[in-house]
């Protein structure tokens, strides 16, 4: 995705946000399986590197396949040999889950501690993850991986992630032991007013903390506090 003056906006919103309560790993996860969620990531690491933060983002959303090429997973160790420079201006980790590498992602100390300790030096760490609510066998336990961040943010479709789905990443997060530090809601397919996106998060943000932000985003752009 890239970082144009429709999405400046609402990202610097997100960003400001991360950096006010202090979180640097953070995660982007959705209810159900959406190859887009490497972008917000992306678009997010953007803002901040140019913001003058050393950042890295690492694609974990991406399908586990059996793959010639190696990757990094937490335990491996040489992580710097897996980084390259984004032309977005962030470091990228590049991480190829194999069906054999796959649950050493299962392992949340394990995770924690690689990203603190291999990935020290890097003021923020955002993470890609796949569906929170439904998993399916292709890709890592990403509730794992959530609960080894210091937030995540859930992204959902307005007019198309519905409550139970919203519901069901919240409560698989928490009940890891994640902190789920906001809602976005994206309103790129919303094409008729809707209130179902509101009547979900004000069913599922009960559960969350008071302090829990919900941003209403549009083409990850055009957001508001809610």
């Not at 953007?46 to 190696?70: H, M, N």
């Not at 190829?96 to 394990?110: E, I, L, S």
């Amino acid at each position: 995705m890239a970082v144009t003056e429709s999405v400046v906006g609402p990202l610097e919103q997100l960003a400001l946000s991360i950096i006010k309560d202090s979180h640097r790993v953070v995660g982007f996860s959705t209810p159900s399986q959406d190859p887009r969620i490497a972008s917000l990531s992306q678009a997010v690491g953007c803002l901040f590197a140019r913001s003058g933060y050393k950042t890295l983002v690492i694609d974990l959303a991406q399908p586990v396949r059996a793959s010639d090429r190696e990757g990094w997973h937490p335990g491996r160790g040489d992580v710097n040999r897996f980084i390259s420079r984004h032309e977005n201006d962030f470091d990228h980790l590049l991480a190829h889950p194999t069906p054999d590498t796959r649950f050493a992602f299962n392992n949340v100390k394990g995770t924690r501690a690689a990203l603190d300790g291999d990935l020290a030096t890097y003021e923020r760490v955002l993470i890609g993850l796949g569906s929170l609510h439904q998993p399916g066998p292709n890709i890592i336990n990403s509730v794992a991986v959530a609960a080894a961040c210091d937030a995540v943010y859930v992204v959902c479709k307005r007019g198309i992630t519905t409550a139970e789905q919203l519901s069901g990443a919240v409560q698989a997060a928490r009940a890891a032991g994640a902190n789920v530090a906001g809602v976005i809601v994206d309103e790129t397919h919303h094409v008729r007013l809707s209130e179902q996106m509101n009547a979900a998060s004000n069913r599922v943000l009960h559960m969350l903390p008071r302090a829990v932000k919900r941003l209403f985003v549009r083409t990850v752009g055009g957001a508001h506090r809610a």
